[in-house]
């Protein structure tokens, strides 16, 4: 990155028009802050700008789905769904940019290159690709921790002579595979939205599955009006109680707090039942300890095993696609339809797990030996989640200090929100805090009120800069894996651990402690005066 002089100053500079983006910038001009946004993409939205695939939704009920910081907002707004739809999802952030008249403070189709903070000034450079560049007082991170595709490097993929799509980058004119032969690889969430409505459209579709996923009913439809009605009388109330629920929503169900080691196998099979009926993450609640306890996640792996027996009709293909591994590990998928597409004479499942694709070909892919052929090729292969978006960045701390040497056996930080040697730099919603375990609606108005708070303590005691002590880093990526460690969730590679991307160090992300408990010890930390960090 050249040093040219910052063009411009601003108090802060925001990465990002997502919602974490659009939510601080509105908090930081309510302070009276001179805030600027850098957005990559030419519109606001973040995810549910680029995530466009056939299917693509929200997995958490619109209701909750949604700020809470406006009453207005929450008032006037409605959804149409139970599950928010993407389009419907980028009106929202664009009816909230408007609303709160927040486009003026938006560069869209601008893209942070890097910023380096300069000890002199204690205040960031900050670059763009295009080379205009910014002093900013605060960096805030609300680049998201599912920002950056991945796209894993198939021998031969330029070989293709067909159109390749990812999920997380999907064209904005609609995609017609009417009469084409398509090829899916991936079975996570986005796969498994898209694969039943890609089957309906294609002659022909072949799924290439590395890992069996696991897939709860939406039983998406319209939103109730008279749920709509009963939350709107009290929406302050409603939000309060989900974020005192582990995951910041699910107060209407919340779990039942016994063991499904204590329930008998007749009540355990009537609980899970009837939370399959009611759809979504309901089921992971039927016990307080499926996400715990290795034997008693066993208990709910199975009984979904055997709904995909049920609906599954060719043995073989049931087998394929009934997972091994815990469940919950990976992300659950809420989908409509996903397993009984397979029943579908047009549609084929391929196991590349124990044989891998061998190289893509101009007329499709090889893999056991065998060749596929196919006319689309849609790559649902997810993300480089967390840190990727930063680790792609020209980001250095104090005495040049890079991102990436920072970084390089995993992201350490203090709460999520502060890095040592990175001073006044906050991260919304990444690692080291409950980030994607949480609703991230809810986690992203918690981080920038935190924030907000921050700022308005180092002003009023005459500080200007704050940085998380090495100490506390160290300290908190030890709470971080005791977390994780009191959970299923080391036993499979997912992409919290990173292991979903070659090369990238195995290091649990997400904070697997629950909302209320990290937002407590957030607000003690605050409480006791910004304690683990450095003031100055
Ligand atoms: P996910 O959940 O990471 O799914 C990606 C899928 O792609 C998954 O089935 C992967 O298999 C597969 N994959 C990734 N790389 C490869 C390679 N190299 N070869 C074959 N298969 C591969 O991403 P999504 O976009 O579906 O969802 C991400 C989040 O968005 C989701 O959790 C929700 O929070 C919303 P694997 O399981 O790694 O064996």
Redesign the pocket.
């Given at each position: 990155m050249k040093h040219p002089a910052p063009t411009h100053a601003v108090d802060m500079l925001i990465v990002g028009a997502g919602f974490a983006g659009l939510y601080m910038l509105h908090k930081a001009r309510s302070m009276g802050l001179d805030a600027l946004v850098l957005e990559a993409a030419p519109g606001v939205g973040g995810?549910w700008y680029h995530?466009r695939y056939p299917g693509a939704r929200v997995?958490i009920q619109s209701m909750e789905y949604s700020f809470s910081f406006d009453e207005a907002l929450q008032q006037q707004w409605r959804w149409s769904e139970r599950y928010a739809p993407q389009p419907e999802l980028l009106r929202y952030a664009n009816h909230v940019a408007d609303r709160f008249g927040l486009r003026d403070g938006i560069r869209l189709s601008t893209r942070m290159a890097g910023a380096h903070f300069d000890e002199p000034s204690q205040r960031w450079t900050v670059q763009a690709e295009s080379g205009e560049s910014w002093s900013a007082r605060f960096l805030v991170m609300a680049s998201g921790p599912?920002s950056s595709p991945?796209l894993?490097?198939?021998a031969g993929l330029k070989d293709f002579a067909g159109p390749v799509y990812h999920?997380?980058n999907w064209p904005h004119e609609p995609v017609d595979f009417s009469a084409r032969r398509v090829a899916v690889?991936?079975?996570?969430?986005?796969?498994?939205q898209a694969i039943p409505i890609i089957a309906r459209q294609a002659s022909e579709l072949t799924v290439?599955?590395?890992?069996a996923?696991y897939a709860a009913p939406a039983h998406n439809g319209p939103l109730d009006r008279e749920l709509e009605a009963r939350i709107k009388a009290d929406y302050a109330g409603f939000r309060a109680r989900n974020r005192r629920m582990h995951g910041g929503f699910g107060s209407l169900l919340p779990p039942n707090p016994v063991s499904a080691l204590a329930a008998s196998a007749e009540e355990r099979e009537a609980a899970f039942e009837q939370r399959w009926k009611i759809g979504g993450f309901a089921i992971l609640g039927t016990f307080n300890d499926l996400l715990m306890n290795e034997q008693s996640n066993a208990l709910v792996a199975e009984f979904v095993r055997g709904k995909i027996r049920a609906i599954v009709k060719h043995p073989g293909t049931a087998q394929l696609l009934s997972p091994t591994h815990t469940i919950g590990c990976?992300?659950l998928?809420v989908d409509s339809g996903y397993y009984d597409t397979f029943n579908r004479p047009n549609v084929r499942l391929v196991d590349?797990?124990q044989a891998?694709?061998e190289r893509i070909t101009s007329k499709g892919l090889r893999t056991g030996g065998r060749e596929f052929e196919f006319d689309a090729l849609v790559?649902?292969?997810?993300?480089d989640?967390m840190t990727g978006t930063m680790m792609r960045l020209d980001l250095r701390g104090r005495d040049g200090l890079r991102i990436q040497d920072k970084w390089h056996a995993g992201p350490l930080n203090y709460l999520g929100l502060g890095i040592a040697g990175f001073p006044n730099l906050f991260n919304i919603a990444g690692p080291g805090s409950t980030s994607?375990f949480t609703n991230v609606i809810v986690a992203i108005e918690h981080h920038v009120d935190w924030i907000a708070d921050c700022i308005a303590y180092l002003d009023a005691h005459g500080l200007h800069t704050i940085e998380a002590s090495e100490q506390a880093e160290a300290a908190w990526a030890e709470h971080v894996n005791a977390a994780a460690r009191r959970t299923v969730f080391l036993s499979c590679?997912?992409?919290y651990l990173g292991?979903?991307i070659?090369g990238k160090p195995c290091m649990f992300m997400p904070l697997a402690e629950g909302f209320p408990r990290y937002a407590d010890h957030c607000a003690q930390v605050a409480r006791d005066g910004y304690v683990g960090f450095v003031l100055q």
């Open positions: 995810t995530n997995d599912l991945n894993p490097d198939f999920t997380a690889i991936g079975t996570g969430s986005s796969a498994v290439f599955q590395r890992t996923a990976k992300r998928c590349i797990n891998p694709i790559l649902a292969t997810g993300f989640a994607a590679n997912s992409w292991a979903n070659e």
